[in-house]
């Protein structure tokens, strides 16, 4: 069983398990077409996507088969992270994400997919993080760089949405973090 009901914040930065009172939130991020277009957010977003989407979340939260948080700056949920794809037998988890464009540039992904890596190796035990973004978003990539995560190839996206799209594949090991964090230490009981 995984300790992921907890908030893991930051100054100005908090991840915290997304709840049904955040539909509205997502509904408005993941409406505007600028965020949709680079991410796997259906576009046009459905009138009752946020409330959708959340649902699902929630419960595949509860249900430990994927971890949905929301990405709140100075208290406002403004995107959404998560961890997924989680392959207990190799201890891999996948992690996506997606912040309102007016939050853009301001290093708030960068710090919310820190904390989750927190989370992946801390609290779900994981070894390997991996993540994907297209070759034409540099912007996710930097994110995924200043976390300590390696570029381990290209590859055509399969991704109905993307189909054939070129895109980059990235990956951070357990032993990478930790290198990278030392503080980290204290919350890691491997």
């Known amino acids: 069983m995984?300790?992921?009901?907890?908030?893991i914040a930051e100054p100005n930065v908090t991840i915290r398990p997304l709840q049904l009172s955040d539909a509205e939130a997502v509904q408005r991020y993941a409406?505007?077409?600028s965020v949709a277009g680079t991410t796997t957010i259906p576009q046009p977003y459905p009138e009752d996507g946020g409330e959708m989407f959340v649902k699902q979340a929630v419960e595949a939260h509860a249900?430990?088969?994927?971890f949905y948080f929301g990405i709140?700056?100075?208290g406002e949920l403004i995107g959404a992270i998560d961890l997924r794809s989680i392959e207990c037998e190799n201890r891999t988890v996948e992690c996506g994400y997606a912040i309102a464009a007016s939050h853009w540039?301001?290093?708030?992904?960068?710090?919310?997919?820190?904390?989750?890596?927190?989370?992946?190796?801390c609290e779900l035990r994981v070894d390997i993080v991996f993540a994907h973004c297209l070759k034409r978003n540099p912007a996710s990539a930097r994110v995924l760089e200043k976390n300590g995560f390696r570029e381990t190839g290209d590859f055509a996206s399969n991704l109905p949405k993307f189909k054939d799209e070129p895109?980059?594949?990235?990956?951070?090991?357990?032993?990478?973090w930790f290198a990278n964090n030392p503080m980290e230490h204290s919350f890691d009981n491997a």
């Open 167 to 176: 895109s980059r594949a990235f990956q951070l090991t357990k032993q990478e």
């Open 63 to 66: 249900n430990e088969e994927a």
């Open 72 to 74: 709140l700056a100075d």
């Open 105 to 121: 540039g301001k290093g708030i992904a960068t710090r919310a997919v820190a904390l989750a890596l927190r989370c992946a190796f």
């Open 2 to 7: 995984y300790e992921t009901q907890t908030v």
């Open 31 to 33: 409406s505007d077409e």
